[in-house]
C-alpha cells in the first residue's frame, strides 16, 4: 500500500531535549515536506526536499533542522525544543512539484513541549 | 500574510443539496490550485485540482471553478452526501511550494 509513515504519532517532552519525527515514505517520490498546523491557520511549511542530498527552508524553518540522505526517508530535527513548537505536524511527498501533482500526506505527529 | 484565504470557517448543508466551498487568493503567480479534505487527526488527502489556465475541472460529484479575474476558486458539491461532512482545505501551488487555507468545515445533514 502506498503511504507515508510518520512516527511517533503523539510526543511529549520537555523544553531542550532534543528529538526526531520521522518520515518514510515507499512511492519513490523525489519531492518531500514537513508542515505543521496550528489552530486557526493553514498549513505552513517547515523544510522541503527535492531530492537526495537537496533541501531548502520554508515558511518557517527557525528551530528546525531535516537531513535527507535517502530518498524514501526525511526526518525533522528539533535540537533544542521549544513550547512554541507545541504543534501538530505533517511530512508530504509527492512525485515531481510541478503542474500541480498532489501531495500525499502522512497520519501527523502531535508534538507537545512543556 | 495569508495568501490563501477561506474566509467562512463553517458550512452547513442539507443532503442531496449543493455545497459551495469558497477560496480567494492574492498572488497572481499560483499557476495550480488543489482542494484537499482532512478529518481531524489525520493528513489531508488529495481531493481535485485545476491548473490557472483553465476555469472549470470536474470530477464526478466535485467541480472546482477558477475565477482568476477575481483571484477566487470554489469547490462545488453536488448532491452533498454525510460523508463529505469533514474539513475541506484549499492550497496554492507556487513554484515549488504549496499554500495552504485554514480549511473550512462542511457538515451535510441528513
Known amino acids: 500500500e502506498a503511504q507515508v509513515t510518520q512516527n511517533p504519532r503523539y510526543l511529549i517532552t520537555v523544553t531542550g531535549k532534543k528529538l526526531t519525527v520521522t518520515c518514510s515514505q515507499n512511492m519513490n517520490h523525489e519531492y518531500m515536506s514537513w508542515y505543521r498546523q496550528d489552530p486557526g491557520l493553514g498549513l505552513r511549511q517547515i523544510y522541503y526536499?527535492?531530492?537526495?542530498?537537496?533541501?531548502d527552508k520554508g515558511d518557517v524553518p527557525e528551530g528546525y533542522k531535516v537531513s535527507r540522505k535517502e530518498k524514501r526517508n526525511f526526518p525533522l530535527i528539533l535540537e533544542s525544543p521549544s513550547p512554541n513548537q507545541t504543534s501538530l505536524y505533517f511530512c508530504a511527498s509527492s512525485s515531481r512539484l510541478a503542474g500541480g501533482n498532489e501531495q500525499f500526506f502522512g497520519p501527523g505527529t502531535r508534538l507537545t513541549v512543556l | 500574510d495569508q495568501q490563501v484565504k477561506q474566509n467562512s470557517p463553517s458550512l452547513s448543508v442539507q443532503e442531496g443539496r449543493i455545497s459551495i466551498l469558497n477560496c480567494d487568493y492574492t498572488n497572481s503567480m499560483f499557476d495550480y490550485f488543489l482542494w484537499y479534505k482532512k478529518y481531524p487527526a489525520e493528513g489531508p488527502t488529495f481531493l481535485i485540482s485545476i491548473s490557472s489556465i483553465k476555469d472549470k475541472n470536474e470530477d464526478g460529484r466535485f467541480t472546482v471553478f477558477l475565477n482568476k479575474s477575481a483571484k477566487h476558486l470554489s469547490l462545488h458539491i453536488v448532491p452533498s452526501q454525510p460523508g463529505d461532512s469533514a474539513v475541506y482545505v484549499c492550497?496554492?501551488?507556487?513554484?515549488?511550494?504549496?499554500?495552504f487555507g485554514a480549511g473550512t468545515i462542511l457538515r451535510v445533514k441528513s
Open positions: 492550497a496554492a501551488f507556487n513554484g515549488n511550494k504549496l499554500v
Open positions: 526536499s527535492m531530492n537526495v542530498e537537496v533541501t
